[in-house]
């Protein structure tokens, strides 16, 4: 397996890899334009570090993992040194780029497009997968392996991954600012940063656990915790006021907008 590009998710998505068993690490080729920044990582993780041309030439899947503006030009580079000639299955996780855009490029290659997120590299991430026309239900199922080994994984139609951009790939940054936001709460009210911090993420991370175990609406669950005339419903009804629950909505509308337009 190869990944070209050791940017934030790049890193991520080789740490999680690695660190199931998915690909061991004398497996796994890492190239990227700075090579200093290959040769770190590769240093880090154990694995092989490479130039593209050369990853591509060894590896049966190909993880793409740069900005989706340097994507073309990449492609068509390792199309025209004929790096791709064995045809290896191409996993692209840049936001925006369109499978057509990508085929029109590298021919007959089999194509999917990846929608991680950063969690991956502790293995609780989430994963979506859009197969090309040229994808077959084998590679389907290898790249469903890939992302299944750390964290989960759903196939949905290209025409989603907009807007799977913007809820699960951005949404962490989303739930960062208000573990921060809450943390922030809490010192106010006197508990220490770290505490308020703990308090906080640990919460967070229950109150997910919750929602994909049990599978009832997050609006049963928060109907649980919230008792008539008790102190919940003050502070829910404090977020309200405040249009929190808009606010969180149109960052999502506007993010998806966003991510449409990454690869012009």
Known sequence: MAIIGAGT?????????????IVAPDDLYLASRTVADAHQLAAE???????????????????LSVKPKDLGPLLAHLTETGALGRAPLLISIAAGVAIAAMEAI????????????TPCRVAQGMTVLAPGPHATSDHLLVASEIFAGV???????ERHLDAVTAVSASG???????????????VMCGLT?????????????GAAAMVLTTGRHPAQLKDDVTTPGGCTIAGLLALEDRQVRSALAHAVRTTTHAAAGLSR
């Open 9 to 21: 998710m790049g890193r991520a998505l080789a740490q999680g890899i690695l660190k199931s068993g």
């Open 45 to 63: 993780l154990g694995a092989r570090c490479t130039t593209s041309e050369e990853a591509c030439r060894a590896a049966d899947v190909v993880l």
């Open 106 to 117: 590298v021919g007959a290659c089999p194509v999917i497009r990846a929608m991680p997120n």
């Open 151 to 157: 964290g989960r994984c759903l196939v949905l139609d």
């Open 172 to 186: 962490p940054a989303f739930v960062y600012l208000i573990i921060e936001a809450l943390a922030d709460g809490g």
């Open 193 to 205: 940063r770290d505490v308020a911090t703990e308090l906080v993420a640990q919460m967070a991370l």
